[in-house]
């Protein structure tokens, strides 16, 4: 492992496996990348709030602002959760958009950030309800070059 990709998760869970691919990073002199992901949805909520604190102040503010804001939100977290660790990392912030899915978006940020191991989150479901519902988690495993460890709840 050289670069691996974990994707931000704001629970305990999510700061498990972000320990936990830390400690991991660090013990092969790895490199951590650290994906903040915003769905579509949350991206239009927080897109209203920020155009509303705009208009107020009779200014705007593109979506690299925005963007910026998420990503030195998840290295304030990253930062808290990693403590003492010493392992080389840096965030990955993205959005999901309308027509694509979350796992779409971790590939495409694996793909372009030549990561090795991939390590996510997910939820544990019957068969049909990954038929129905579907799994990112999943989607990962199922699509991703490469070894990918997933905490399932």
Same mark, same amino acid.
Request: net charge negative; charged share 30%; no cysteine.
């Given at each position: 492992?050289?670069?691996?990709? =974990? $994707?931000?998760?704001?629970? @305990?869970?999510? #700061?498990? &496996? %972000?320990?936990?691919?830390?400690?991991?990073?660090?013990?092969?002199?790895?490199? &951590?990348? $650290?994906?903040?992901?915003?769905? #579509?949805?949350?991206?239009?909520?927080?897109?209203?709030?920020?155009?509303?604190?705009?208009?107020?102040? #009779?200014?705007?503010? /593109?979506?690299? +602002? *925005?963007?910026?804001? =998420?990503?030195? /939100?998840?290295?304030? +977290?990253?930062?808290?959760?990693?403590? @003492?660790?010493?392992?080389?990392?840096? $965030?990955?912030?993205?959005? +999901?958009?309308?027509?694509?899915?979350?796992? /779409?978006?971790? %590939?495409? !940020?694996?793909?372009?950030?030549?990561?090795? #191991?991939? *390590?996510?989150?997910?939820?544990?479901?019957?068969?049909?309800?990954?038929?129905?519902?579907?799994?990112? !988690?999943?989607? $990962?495993?199922?699509?991703?070059?490469?070894? +990918?460890?997933? &905490? &399932?709840?």
């Amino acid at each position: 492992m050289e670069d691996a990709l =974990v $994707v931000l998760e704001t629970d @305990d869970k999510g #700061h498990e &496996l %972000l320990t936990d691919a830390a400690e991991l990073a660090a013990g092969v002199d790895a490199t &951590l990348h $650290v994906l903040s992901l915003l769905t #579509h949805e949350e991206f239009e909520e927080k897109r209203e709030a920020l155009d509303a604190m705009a208009e107020e102040e #009779h200014t705007s503010y /593109d979506d690299s +602002v *925005f963007m910026d804001n =998420v990503r030195q /939100d998840a290295q304030e +977290v990253t930062t808290e959760v990693l403590g @003492d660790i010493d392992v080389q990392w840096n $965030v990955i912030a993205g959005r +999901v958009g309308q027509a694509e899915s979350e796992a /779409d978006r971790i %590939l495409e !940020a694996a793909a372009s950030n030549d990561i090795d #191991h991939v *390590f996510i989150t997910g939820t544990q479901r019957s068969p049909t309800g990954k038929a129905v519902f579907g799994d990112r !988690a999943q989607a $990962v495993m199922l699509n991703f070059d490469g070894p +990918v460890t997933a &905490l &399932l709840s």
